[in-house]
């Protein structure tokens, strides 16, 4: 790597109404790094405060795209009095060629805002079975290496109408967060009303509207949730059914390639997930039936499955009340803020012929993706993480595995106007979440996002599905899940 020399001057220092800065010192930590170490003392802290940075070559500020991945330290979220540090990498913010005559540095103490201290990512460790919080200061600092704030940047094209963008884009960067640990991300859809489906006209859309299964409706959510940023992987799901004394595990597929644990796992059923039992309105202890979402202490079947599971694994902690996503949770979340096909902003643009289209290329694996760098061509699932995320930072939601949600499968989308005529339907559907059961006694769940076996159209987040997955003999080697849980601890009694 190239070595970059700097003249280095102390920063004159800015002051808001309370908190000020002084003792500014910058110190190359040359011949045996290229970063700069920046200490600056901060007093009169009365609330948490953020401190801005800005550089300059003399007067001269050197502005940069890269600067906030190039910094790690005490920057956000400072809460005391006393001498702060923070690094950064001149190479990584502002390029390896040239060198600056006067570089110093401008420090500006402002309030933080109030979301500051908010929880937006939560690591689940697998083996210690304990619970670490990641706050947006966290993550601004660099406790958790790269991060963006601006979806633009993460692909060419990219846009959303999100406000607020955060991805911890360095969570791909190893792989203990794809097999140790599970991380889930805070998704703010509390009171967002929104629309779900797809509007007429969409590229792809003509191919799936029977029975109007992509019908628009205005759509509100009451709750925030987490939901996990990868599909869940063999090396997860394995760790949590290590709980089960005596469980199979042989029923999830790919797992004889070389980087099967960071794969997702396929073929788990919605029995194995969360049970089918139903006593209609209840059983003789009062239980409700487990085939649905609820809060009430749950039957023992529901404890011998992989979410009940994952639960007591992190029973000591609040909040901890995994499930599948509902339909439209899974939607929300995949969306970000966008309306269009893809969660990148754009369209599906290759539909008739379903040829490789480069703009599902770049989110998503699927059947006409390029599998030439892939033992077995296209008829297999991919790592986890290996295409962009959209502006929830969540990977994979189009494309690689189909993912079950919650809700019981109706093509007709009628099932959540109660009946009403979609035409005079106005009023936004609270928390839907489809039929509760249908006449079969087998009903089919709600599939979402498509998989590595299915064409461009089928992958659009508008896209709704049904599969059967409820018994042994219905493992689907396309069809994984992710978790959610509810980011406010409702009491679930563990």
Not at 132 to 137: G, H, I
Request: charged residues 20%.
């Amino acid at each position: 790597m190239k070595r970059v020399f700097l003249m280095l001057s102390a920063a004159a220092a800015c002051a808001m109404d309370a908190a000020t800065i002084s003792d500014v010192r910058i110190m190359q930590l040359w011949p045996w790094s290229t970063d700069i170490k920046i200490t600056y003392r901060i007093s009169d802290v009365a609330a948490s405060t953020d401190v801005h940075l800005k550089c300059y070559d003399g007067d001269t500020e050197l502005e940069s795209d890269n600067l906030h991945t190039a910094l790690e330290g005490e920057l956000y979220g400072i809460d005391s009095d006393g001498m702060k540090t923070v690094m950064l990498d001149p190479v990584k913010a502002f390029g390896s060629s040239g060198s600056f005559a006067n570089f110093n540095v401008e420090l500006t103490p402002v309030a933080t805002p109030a979301n500051g201290s908010e929880v937006i990512y939560k690591i689940f460790d697998l083996n210690a079975k304990t619970v670490e919080s990641v706050t947006r200061n966290d993550l601004m600092n660099g406790k958790y290496g790269d991060y963006e704030t601006d979806f633009a940047r993460i692909g060419n094209g990219f846009n959303t109408t999100l406000s607020d963008v955060l991805i911890w884009t360095a969570v791909t960067n190893g792989t203990e967060y794809k097999t140790d640990k599970l991380v889930m991300r805070k998704i703010p859809a509390a009171d967002v009303e929104w629309t779900i489906g797809s509007p007429v006209g969409e590229p792809g859309r003509n191919y799936n509207d029977e029975k109007g299964r992509e019908t628009q409706h205005r759509v509100k959510l009451t709750e925030d949730y987490f939901i996990g940023v990868f599909e869940m992987t063999q090396s997860q799901a394995l760790k949590v059914w290590a709980t089960i004394k005596g469980s199979d595990t042989s029923e999830h597929h790919f797992a004889d390639l070389p980087d099967s644990d960071l794969r997702p796992y396929t073929g788990m059923t919605f029995n194995s997930i969360r049970g089918m039992t139903s006593w209609g309105a209840g059983d003789a202890n009062g239980y409700p039936k487990i085939n649905w979402p609820t809060n009430f202490p749950m039957h023992t079947v529901f404890y011998n499955r992989f979410a009940g599971k994952i639960r007591s694994m992190f029973r000591n902690y609040a909040g901890t009340d995994f499930d599948l996503p509902t339909s439209a949770q899974w939607e929300f979340a995949c969306r970000a803020g966008t309306s269009t096909g893809l969660n990148s902003g754009k369209e599906v643009t290759t539909v008739a012929t379903d040829a490789r289209c480069p703009n599902v290329d770049e989110i998503a694996w699927n059947a006409y993706s390029d599998y030439s760098d892939v033992d077995g061509g296209t008829n297999q699932t991919r790592a986890v993480g290996l295409k962009k995320p959209n502006a929830f930072g969540l990977y994979d939601m189009h494309g690689n595995a189909e993912e079950q949600c919650l809700d019981v499968y109706s093509a007709d989308i009628s099932v959540f106007y109660d009946g009403e005529a979609d035409s005079g339907h106005t009023s936004p559907l609270v928390d839907p979440v489809g039929p509760t059961w249908t006449t079969d006694g087998n009903p089919q769940r709600t599939l979402r996002g498509g998989s590595y076996t299915r064409s461009n159209r089928y992958i659009r987040s508008g896209y709704r599905d049904g599969g059967g997955h409820t018994t042994q003999s219905q493992h689907k080697a396309n069809v994984g899940f992710r978790m959610v849980m509810p980011a406010a601890d409702t009491g679930w009694a563990k």
